[in-house]
């Protein structure tokens, strides 16, 4: 299928000149049509300041001071996959609470005006401070540490309570109902239910969740109550065979659609699986080798990517691929938004891995579908870079 070059259409009135210079393609132009859903995917959850530290030889040593090579920062948790979405061209609005401290100023003027994101159903919180997460990048792993309180829900002005925020927290939603959007992207946490995702699901909105951790130890998919407004489940390897009780992650792929139509495996190093129960489907693509410099947001990239391909109507292969692609190019810059890939990057790849020698045809062959999709002229060298290690410079003049 192949997609124009530019946004058309109707443009939210939100979408800044960098914004659209930044997206260059737009994944869904052939299927726009009047009357369609002002958004594209929306989504909701908790918006980090992230400062991410790189290049550190080994974790660090207690008592000690360790040297960090490179730096990084950015906003993080659900920023980061409202970001790799918008990077790829979709038009996505975000509901979060922001902090009306600087580093929540930063973090909203980043998203809106940077990535061109609706912040719309989003609120900024007097008297609350901004959730910190320090991330430290090293043997292609990372620790965190994070800090943060939930917001009030009510009167504002009120001190906020003393409940620490988990690193992938159920999110905040100021709106009575989500808005009309193609698609949402849902965070499932285990004995709990979100409102919201039923009311997007009898909408018509697509729901594409993945889950975190399940710190009680149950695995019971039984508590993922929200599954069954899902059309996909993209779990990581581990996850699905504790879900399933499979020793085998494709097998547990299987296993879960019992319970949702479309079942995404990641398997590390390995690439990634996935079935299609609705039409028989079942893909896998091999992972691409990179050198990883900081995993933050990998999975929210790989999740934005299948995203997109799924409302492009691509086949199965090709999303997972798509996936994989945006995850490889994300993971070899520092910051989970920061990194996450747009089409520049994509096709400044696509062109890079045509020109060396020795490729094999096969695998040049399994990411074809993206000639007609990238830039056909590109002015920014091969690596490229976005990661800046401040907050920001003062304007000068």
């Excluded at 930044?22 to 009047?34: F, G, Y």
């Excluded at 008592?63 to 920062?73: H, I, L, Q, V, Y």
């Excluded at 504002?156 to 309570?161: A, F, I, K, N």
């Excluded at 039984?222 to 899902?230: F, I, M, R, T, V």
Aim: charge should be negative; charged fraction near 20%.
């Amino acid at each position: 299928m192949t997609a124009s070059h530019a946004l058309t259409g109707e443009e939210p009135e939100h979408l800044t000149q960098a914004a659209r210079c930044q997206a260059q393609v737009d994944p869904l132009a052939a299927l726009r049509e009047p009357g369609d859903p002002p958004w594209d995917v929306y989504l909701t959850g908790t918006v980090f300041l992230d400062i991410i530290f790189t290049g550190l030889d080994s974790a660090p040593v207690r008592g000690t001071e360790s040297w960090a090579r490179g730096m990084g920062s950015s906003p993080g948790g659900v920023a980061n996959m409202a970001t790799a979405l918008a990077r790829l061209g979709l038009r996505t609005s975000l509901a979060a609470a922001f902090g009306d401290d600087h580093y929540g100023e930063y973090c909203w003027d980043t998203l809106a005006q940077g990535e061109g994101i609706d912040l719309t159903p989003s609120r900024t919180v007097p008297g609350w401070h901004s959730p910190v997460t320090v991330s430290m990048a090293y043997e292609g792993e990372r620790t965190m540490v994070s800090h943060g309180h939930e917001p009030p829900a009510e009167e504002p002005s009120r001190p906020s309570p003393a409940t620490t925020l988990k690193r992938r927290p159920s999110g905040v939603e100021p709106l009575p109902r989500p808005p009309r959007a193609r698609a949402a992207v849902a965070s499932l946490t285990p004995g709990t239910c979100a409102p919201w995702i039923a009311q997007a699901a009898r909408a018509g909105t697509r729901i594409f969740a993945d889950v975190g951790w399940d710190d009680t130890g149950a695995w019971d998919i039984a508590g993922l109550a929200d599954l069954e407004h899902c059309e996909a489940f993209l779990p990581n390897a581990e996850e699905a065979k504790r879900y399933t009780g499979a020793a085998c992650p494709r097998v547990a792929a299987h296993a879960l659609t019992q319970y949702v139509p479309v079942a995404v495996v990641t398997l590390g190093s390995e690439g990634a699986y996935a079935v299609d129960r609705r039409t028989g489907e079942a893909a896998e693509v091999p992972a691409i080798a990179v050198e990883a410099l900081d995993p933050t947001g990998a999975g929210d990239v790989f999740v934005a990517g299948f995203v997109a391909g799924s409302l492009a109507g691509w086949p199965l292969a090709d999303r997972l691929a798509f996936a994989g692609l945006t995850a490889a190019l994300s993971v070899q810059e520092f910051g989970g938004s920061l990194s996450a890939p747009g089409w520049s990057e994509i096709g400044a790849w696509w062109r890079r891995v045509q020109s060396l020698p020795g490729q094999e045809p096969a695998a040049l062959e399994r990411y074809a579908f993206l000639e007609g999709l990238v830039p056909q002229e590109l002015d920014r060298p091969w690596p490229l870079r976005r990661a800046v290690p401040t907050i920001g410079f003062r304007r000068s003049g």
